[in-house]
């Protein structure tokens, strides 16, 4: 089975200041994994996905992860917050056999300050 | 525009009154699924529908029904809501092809008394 565990449930950074999202995964096969953001009162966005290629994947809004199999980690960075990307961000993981299931962390809420 | 439709998007009924959630989408999608979002849980699935009259149970199925009937929808039937089911409900859809991320609808938040 698979699953994932996002560390720290609240982030706050400065305007400008690094964002750093972390994401461990469990998963008994080489998994796919997702970031999605959400807004106040919006649905799921997709930010950028891993499936098996390059393991630095580039997202949108100036997201990027890295997928690093010895650590089970997928963590989420930009290089420069802004105000716009304070929201909620989900971490997901699926088998890629039974990829029809997603899997989602418990999610992080970041708070920009100006 | 491609899109998840939901309906509603607010709805605060009492315990035991059978309700139904919409979900359409317009991409031609395969899959469609349901999820509901607490704090602290994150989103867990509820149902899952890989093609028309093919569906099969998430994670939290219990108090829930669903029929994909046709290919672009996929309600969500409670049949004798709880205040347990309280929460904000996603209907998502994408293509079969692997590794695609799911698009989801904008959310309906159920309030059971």
């Known amino acids: 089975a698979q699953s994932v565990t996002q560390l720290g449930s609240h982030v706050s950074v400065s305007e400008g200041a690094l964002v750093l999202l972390r994401c461990n995964y469990s998963?008994?096969?080489?998994?796919?994994l997702f970031w999605y953001v959400q807004y106040p009162n919006q649905g799921l966005q997709l930010l950028l996905k891993?499936?098996?290629?390059?393991?630095l994947v580039k997202g949108i809004n100036g997201f990027e992860a890295e997928f690093k199999k010895s650590e089970t980690s997928f963590h989420l960075t930009k290089p420069s917050a802004h105000m716009s990307d304070a929201a909620e961000y989900f971490c997901?993981?699926?088998?890629?056999?039974?990829?029809?299931?997603?899997?989602f962390g418990a999610g992080t809420t970041v708070t920009v300050r100006a | 525009e491609a899109q998840v439709t939901q309906n509603p998007r607010y709805l605060i009924t009492v315990t035991g009154k059978k309700l139904t959630v919409t979900c359409s989408q317009n991409?031609?999608?395969?899959?469609m699924s349901w999820y509901r979002q607490d704090p602290g849980l994150g989103l867990r699935q509820i149902y899952y529908?890989?093609?028309?009259?093919?569906?099969d149970k998430g994670d939290v199925p219990e108090g829930y029904k669903v029929s994909r009937k046709e290919k672009r929808n996929f309600p969500l039937i409670l049949e004798s809501p709880s205040p347990n089911q309280t929460s904000l409900y996603f209907c998502?859809?994408?293509?079969?092809?692997?590794?695609?991320?799911?698009?989801f609808g904008s959310g309906t938040r159920l309030t059971v008394v």
């Open positions: 998502a859809s994408r293509r079969r092809q692997g590794g695609i991320g799911y698009t």
């Open positions: 998963s008994s096969v080489p998994p796919y």
């Open positions: 891993y499936t098996s290629a390059a393991t």
């Open positions: 997901a993981v699926s088998d890629p056999a039974n990829d029809y299931k997603l899997s």
């Open positions: 991409m031609n999608h395969e899959y």
């Open positions: 529908s890989m093609n028309v009259e093919v569906t």
